[in-house]
């Protein structure tokens, strides 16, 4: 039973290169969500989304950074024009269809998005 | 704006001992408050929750303590094991499942 997978695991762009982040959730889990880890803070919500749909994009910047999850394959985060401080860890989690009370979100390993 | 926050960023403890972690929020809205652990170069690996209408759940070696009027949780490790040397963040449900996350406690258990 894998669990969220994200790669890669690690990328290194130059400035104004895009980049590519992938994620596929857990085995039956349609929702997914990304978070950004700048060193030593906590994890940052970026985006919630569902296949095809966008709920929640509070957390991300407005311009450079999108997030899609389509309804074949895994869910990509892209920025494009990277700058420098876009060098970050950025974690992809998941959970189940429901959203009941304690709905677990389950995390992949991260994506460390180093730009020089 | 810091909703999540996790003062004394290290703790070292003797194996066998107690470890206690605590967190503490500003927003009245969460209603689910997790506890995750990471160990370096992975994904947060969820512990523990709870639910803001309870003020204690037990699961194994793990206790969570929920304080509401106080806005305050804590993590209880007993007995602390080497393997638990890790950070551990506090995170706090709000929203559209959004998660808020203090900035980690790292923790040493010495054998």
């Known amino acids: 039973n894998a669990g969220v997978m994200q790669n890669p695991r690690h990328l290194v762009r130059r400035r104004g290169q895009e980049a590519r982040l992938r994620c596929s959730p857990m085995?039956?889990?349609?929702?997914v969500y990304w978070y950004r880890q700048l060193p030593e803070e906590g994890l940052k919500f970026m985006v919630y989304l569902q296949k095809e749909n966008i709920i929640d994009e509070s957390g991300m910047p407005k311009e450079r950074f999108s997030a899609e999850f389509p309804k074949e394959g895994p869910s990509i985060l892209r920025i494009q024009q990277v700058v420098r401080g876009d060098s970050a860890a950025y974690f992809c989690?998941?959970?189940?269809?429901?959203?009941?009370?304690?709905?677990?979100?389950?995390f992949g390993a991260g994506t460390r998005l180093s730009v020089l | 704006d810091q909703q999540v926050k996790q003062n004394s960023p290290s703790l070292s403890v003797q194996e066998g001992r107690i470890s206690i972690l605590n967190c503490d929020y500003t927003?009245?809205?969460?209603?689910?408050f997790l506890w995750y652990k990471k160990y370096p170069a992975e994904g947060p690996t969820f512990l523990i929750s709870?639910?803001?209408?309870?003020d204690k759940n037990e699961d194994g070696r793990f206790t969570v303590f929920l304080n509401k009027s106080a806005k305050h949780l804590s993590l209880h490790i007993v007995p602390s094991q080497p393997g638990d040397s890790a950070v551990y963040f506090c995170?706090?449900?709000?929203?559209?499942?959004?998660?808020?996350f203090g900035k980690g406690n790292q923790v040493v258990v010495i054998p």
């Open positions: 989690a998941s959970s189940p269809p429901s959203l009941g009370g304690g709905n677990i979100q389950y």
């Open positions: 085995k039956g889990h349609s929702h």
């Open positions: 995170a706090a449900r709000y929203g559209n499942n959004r998660l808020a």
């Open positions: 927003n009245s809205m969460f209603d689910y």
């Open positions: 709870i639910s803001s209408i309870k």
